[in-house]
């Protein structure tokens, strides 16, 4: 085994966390993957891992070279993809990581336009709401809401999202709309339910912040459905504005409090493309994700909110 496959597959077993994971990227079995970074360490004279039934670690020795071969070995393979890159197209199958619901209303309906433009790409989009590994699964882009994943993941922002204060036409009729945040408490209100407690909606303006106890007599712990009480006419919800753009664009659904921002404390609505760290993109990865970022920066559903329609192009 020369060096630099030494150094390559090492770095593969610390990125991946075991022998097992590291063999699967590679095509080898787990005892062929640590007998070949057990000859490395012969070769270099010193133990570079601690081994144990569960877990493996890096020694000092094995953090430095990991440093140093890391970058090496980076350095190699963005030399040759710079040189393949030259007559490289977006070619290959794309796998792609989405969340149920704004996968189906803003992932698979742009996928059109994408694959007419590189029909020499192919898509595989899984759509999961529970967090997906993406090395582990063999995948090449996540798109996100909020979380980001491991820090060793490389992340970009597709869109900035407002929360907003909404409910059916037929509701704001029946019961009238809050003219002040106080005004929520009196108000049927449907909430994302996932634990016992009391929920408190927060909200920001230009006269002060506020914490509003709200209740209804509708909860769940799944926002789709909850959007979709709130166009039946239950009652007032709290949500990003892509769960519930479609049904402001289409009159289904009216904003109310306007001039004031929510911001929950623990949670954050923002859209990210996630992707394994590489320090060359594969063109397929890098076409989708400049193409989502471009259509979601024109998308209207993402444009509603607190701003003014004058304020200009979301962040």
Known sequence: MDTLSGMRLFAKVVETGGFSAAGRQVGLNASSVSRQVGRLEDALGTRLLNRS????????????????????????????????????????????????VFGRRYVAPYMREFLETHPEVRVELNVTDHYVDLIEEGADLAIRIGGHGPSTYIVRKLATIDRVLCASPEYFARRGKPRRPEDLAAHNCIVLRRQPGEIVWELTGEDGAFAVPVSGNFSSNNSDAIAAAMTAGIGIVLLPVWMVGREIQQGRAEIVLREYRAHPTD???????????????????????????????REPDFRIGIAPPDAGEPS
Not at 57 to 66: D, H, M, P, S, V
Not at 67 to 94: C, F, Q
């Open 53 to 100: 039934t569960r877990h493996i670690g890096l020694t000092e020795a094995g953090r430095l070279y990991y440093e140093r071969a890391s970058r090496i070995v980076a350095d190699v393979e963005e030399a040759n993809a710079a040189v393949a890159e030259l007559a490289e197209a977006p070619r290959g199958t794309l796998r792609l990581n989405a969340p149920v």
């Open 267 to 297: 949670l954050s609505d923002d859209v990210y493309a996630v992707f394994p760290h590489a320090r060359h993109l594969s063109a397929k990865v890098r076409a989708c994700v400049d193409f989502l970022a471009r259509e979601f920066r």
